[in-house]
Every structure is written in C-alpha cells, then in structure tokens.
C-alpha cells in the first residue's frame, strides 16, 4: 500500500511543487 500511495502523492502533485529531484527521493523511497 506504501508504493502505491506514494506513487499517487507524486502524481497529484503540480509540476511547480513537485520538482524532479522531489519525485526521485521519492521514488528511491519507494524502490
């Protein structure tokens, strides 16, 4: 469930608070 939440935080998120390196933390976490 972890994955898949936050797979949709990064989705939900504008491209203006969401910047790259936020989304690659992000996924890194994920992975």
Do not use: C, F
Not at 12 to 31: K, M, Q, T
């Amino acid at each position: 469930m972890q994955k898949l939440n936050a797979t949709v935080n990064v989705t939900a998120r504008p491209a203006n608070r969401a910047p790259r390196h936020d989304n690659d933390e992000i996924l890194g976490e994920v992975l």
